[in-house]
């Protein structure tokens, strides 16, 4: 079937996934050695975003290069239960009927669930696919599955036998409106306008008080203690006295203690061990009563004075403070900007929390933990992760692990009517394990764990585990690298060691690829208030500008920022998004994959890259077009032949070593200059004189048919790995010609370099041809030579290897640069008024006299001199302007820097140009 003129992603992409799932050609095969990646798990609930993008096409294009390498190749995917998002989301389906999850009852609730998870779960597996994923998806995972449930079950047990989880009372993260615990990572915290309460503490037997600034008033009701720093001459002579804790009717007294900072208020810090976690490790260190004077819910409880009691707590605060002012106890009131911890899905400050929950003993899995870094059998990569990684298991807290919600994994503990607990598979289980009487009730632990902990299994329970019938465990771990962001190295990755390590024996993962953020082109976090999120989906297939409008502000939970997101995006995207298709933007994520740095996403790069497709489809449109039906074989090798397969060899042997060292922007690079510059700019101009020409023997036309086949199936292989759509479609219309074998591009070889090939001295001969062309056409360029005219070509000072070179090549410099004629100046000869270039010592002459409007030129020129002067002033001056330098940001600075650094350039150029034709 004949080629279309131009590339339409949307004409191949779905079909050849469609093709790639039906033949089972993810499946982990070959013959080679075990590698495998398992993938984070994304949440069921979620939605492809340009992390998961991103993240997923650094994996991908690791499964399929090392698939092709014939390495049995496994990327084990599946999903993530995603306890309080997934629960929240069927919760609010319920307040549409009118109904609450206790109205179900939590059999019925859960239920409920699963039906959810099956009509609409797992989107984002279906935007994976959007993106060229390859996983084996017959090896798909769920962390609620029966599996991967039995694998949480007897870890927990496991660990609560060995004294390693054990249930107790400690202060947690506190939604207060899904009352639950939750963990650190779904706590955002932002900088919000507050204020500093200065309240006055009578101390006990004086007429004296201590001074104490706080930004939470009504926390004061649970006080234990005050605390000063014990070089602090202001207070030592009080240290170990009493003080009225007012509105109380309690004394607290006066400690010791180095977190204090005396530089901060008055030096003087209230210590609640009940609501602050700095304030809970004073209070373990001095002893001290944990006073909890909150609900579930934030309202005050019986341990508050009786006035307060029932109050929420912000209007609890209220009435604290004007009860404080009434009693001359508020000294004053200061303005403050405090950091304030919002839980991600509620939007509520979230509250250290004095509660019951279960806990892991983390510092004993810890400690073969870190040793497993430091001895290398794991390695980050970069490497100075590592160290953010010593610094957080070093200091490492027990986990909490226990979550006050229905969906998730249930904990298998059953308490009796008393209330003692017994830990094991079943309440059948806990009677004979404990021995207990056969008909005495038991009852299951409410409680379920966090999501954090069944991932933490992830590497070994979606391999099997515990269960001894999948040979994939044994096979394939431990996996070969884990692919991640930095900012779940604590939640995850070391979870993932410290139980990999406890429950396998071995690590889980031999290496782990941290990556950054995306950002967008200034450096921005992306975020829907800024107008400048990006949907991958929307870069596949385009999208308006009123369909991003009418995207962006649906289901807004503050309708009132509408406006705000309205003028934010048609800001960003005036004219709404082009389609690039999914090659473009895979593309674009490994060229902008510097490791471990943040990436700029820009849409001029997705362009740049969409052009670079259309290119690759140009090019093998022309090579069908002039190789299909004739002979090619590589009998006449010509010196443009053996120049770019000897190119081809050394850009195979970088990319391998590119890739296996994870610089993905490398190879990206390599590749692009490759088959941009030297197969299309150069290699393909080069073969048409050849093909076109009578002056070249059928052998040599042959022979230039050949390299343009071979070198272009390497190139398809080379970027399978990042562009799999139209490397399939192109190398199966390639494939025939040159006649190689195999059902998909995947399945074949990667290219591996062949030293034997690379011939230096075509590569420097050729070298030699490429800036003998080029000298000409920038002459021509800065001259305004019309390009059809034939020039006369005067060579000075030349060797004798220019001389061979000239004569052995003399069909493709005249072809090329459109030489009239090529001459010789003899030593004694006085050169002509002329344009010149430098080929090493040799001069490159092109008398101007009678091929230039020398007047003309001089107009035209002096025109655009004008032009750039007058722009240089323009941008100094906004350089000049304080106001723009101070306000503007760093990016357009930059920017404008950069223009008035090429602009300068350019001027320079015009003028020089000026000046050589006024010499004509």
């Given amino acids: 079937m004949a080629m279309e003129k131009t590339y339409n992603p949307k004409a191949i992409e779905q079909q050849w996934y469609q093709h790639w799932e039906d033949k089972g050609y993810f499946k982990a095969q070959g013959n080679g050695k ?69 109205d179900l009852g939590r059999d019925a609730f859960i239920d409920r669930v699963w039906k959810w998870k099956a009509e609409s779960g797992g989107t984002i597996t279906q935007q994976l696919r959007r993106m060229g994923a390859s996983p084996d998806w017959s090896r798909e995972r769920f962390t609620m599955d029966e599996g991967l449930s039995a694998a949480v079950q007897k870890v927990f047990i496991q660990l609560y036998d060995e004294d390693l989880i054990y249930r107790g009372k400690r202060l947690v993260n506190w939604d207060t409106v899904l009352h639950t615990a939750v963990s650190d990572l779904e706590v955002i915290s932002a900088e919000e306008n507050g204020h500093l309460w200065h309240i006055r503490y009578p101390v006990v037997g004086e007429d004296s008080f201590l001074t104490v600034a706080t930004t939470r008033p009504e926390t004061m009701l649970g006080d234990s203690a005050v605390a000063v720093h014990p070089d602090d001459s202001r207070y030592t002579h009080l240290i170990g006295k009493q003080i009225e804790l007012p509105l109380c009717d309690r004394k607290i007294p006066v400690i010791a203690d180095e977190y204090v900072d005396p530089e901060f208020g008055s030096g003087c810090v209230k210590i609640t061990p009940a609501h602050d976690f700095n304030d809970y490790e004073v209070g373990q260190r001095h002893n001290l009563p944990l006073i909890n004077i909150f ?56 509250e250290p929390y004095l509660t019951d929950q279960w806990f892991v003993r983390a510092e004993p899995l810890a400690k073969p933990s870190i040793q497993a870094v430091k001895d290398g059998r794991i390695k980050f990569i970069p490497e100075n992760w590592s160290k953010t990684y010593f610094n957080w298991m070093e200091n490492i807290q027990d986990w909490c692990i226990s979550r006050q919600i229905w969906w998730g994994h249930r904990i298998p503990a059953w308490y009796d009517p008393s209330g003692k607990f017994y830990v094991a598979e079943s309440a059948d289980a806990a009677r004979a394990k404990y021995g207990l009487a056969q008909d005495l009730p038991l009852s299951q632990d409410e409680d379920v764990l966090d999501t954090w902990f069944s991932s933490a299994l992830w590497p070994f329970s979606t391999l099997g585990w515990p269960a001894k019938d999948d040979p994939a465990l044994s096979k394939f771990y431990p996996t070969s690298v884990l692919v991640t962001g930095f900012d779940i190295i604590f939640f995850w990755v070391a979870r993932m060691i410290m139980f990999g390590l406890k429950f396998m024996d071995e690590v889980p993962f031999r290496q782990v690829y941290i990556h950054g953020l995306v950002r967008d082109a200034e450096g921005n976090k992306m975020s829907k208030s800024k107008g400048n999120i990006l949907d991958p989906l929307d870069l596949i297939d385009g999208i308006s500008l009123d369909e991003l409008l009418a995207k962006r502000t649906a289901g807004l939970m503050q309708p009132e920022m509408a406006p705000a997101i309205i003028a934010a995006t048609k800001k960003h995207f005036p004219d709404g998004i082009p389609a690039f298709g999914t090659d473009a933007l895979r593309f674009t994520f490994t060229a902008l994959a510097t490791t471990g740095r943040d ?18 489809w140009n090019a093998t449109r022309y090579v069908l077009q002039n190789t299909e039906g004739q002979d090619n074989n590589e009998s006449d090798l010509s010196l443009a032949d053996r120049w770019i397969i000897a190119r081809l060899q050394q850009v195979e042997a970088e990319i391998i070593q590119h890739i296996e060292s994870y610089r993905f922007d490398l190879v990206s690079r390599d590749l692009y200059e490759f088959v941009w510059n030297d197969y299309c700019d150069w290699y393909i101009e080069l073969s048409k004189p050849v093909l076109y020409s009578n002056s070249y023997s059928p052998r040599q ?15 398809l292989r080379l970027l399978h790995p990042i562009m799999p759509y139209i490397t399939e479609e192109l190398w199966q219309r390639l494939a025939p010609l040159a006649k190689v074998t195999g059902e998909t591009i995947m399945h074949c070889r990667y290219p591996e370099a062949d030293e034997g090939l690379i011939d230096n001295s075509a590569i420097e001969e050729l070298e030699w041809v490429k800036q003998f062309i080029m000298g000409i056409r920038q002459i021509r360029s800065e001259m305004n030579v019309k390009p059809g ?111 008035l650094a090429e602009t300068v350039s350019a001027l320079a150029s015009l003028k020089s140009q000026a000046d050589r034709i006024d010499l004509l």
């Fill in 295 to 350: 609900t579930i819910d934030a309202k005050l409880n019986h341990q508050a004075p009786e006035a307060y009691r029932g109050m929420d707590r912000y209007i609890a605060r209220e009435s604290v403070v004007r009860d404080l002012d009434d009693l001359g106890l508020l000294e004053k009131v200061d303005d403050h900007k405090l950091v304030v911890p919002r839980g991600d899905r509620s939007h509520s400050v979230i």
């Fill in 34 to 102: 075990p590698y495998c990646i398992v993938i984070p798990p994304p949440n069921v609930t979620g939605r492809l975003h340009m992390g998961h993008a991103f993240q997923d096409t650094i994996m991908d294009t690791l499964i399929r290069y090392h698939r092709m390498k014939g390495d049995n190749t496994l990327w084990q995917p599946g999903m993530d239960h995603a306890g309080i998002a997934t629960q929240m989301v069927v919760e609010h389906q319920l307040s549409a009927e009118n109904k609450t999850r206790h």
């Fill in 701 to 715: 036309k042959s022979a230039a048919r050949h390299t343009l086949i071979t070198v272009l199936e390497s190139i």
């Fill in 789 to 899: 005219l034939a020039l006369p070509v005067v060579c000075q000072n030349g060797s004798n290897i220019d001389k061979q070179r000239i004569e052995t090549n003399r069909s493709l410099l005249v072809s090329l640069a459109k030489i009239e004629s090529i001459t010789w100046l003899e030593p004694h000869d006085k050169a002509p008024e002329s344009a010149t270039s430098l080929i090493g010592d040799m001069n490159l002459l092109i008398p101007l006299a009678g091929l230039i409007d020398k007047d003309a030129e001089l107009i035209r020129l002096r025109k655009n001199i004008v032009k750039l002067e007058q722009e240089t002033q323009r941008i100094e001056a906004k350089l000049n302007n304080e106001n723009f330098i101070s306000r503007a940001p760093s990016a357009v600075v930059n920017k404008e820097k950069n223009r």
């Fill in 599 to 616: 990436i700029r996403f820009d849409l001029g790069r997705i362009e740049g890259y969409r052009n670079f497709c259309n290119k690759l």
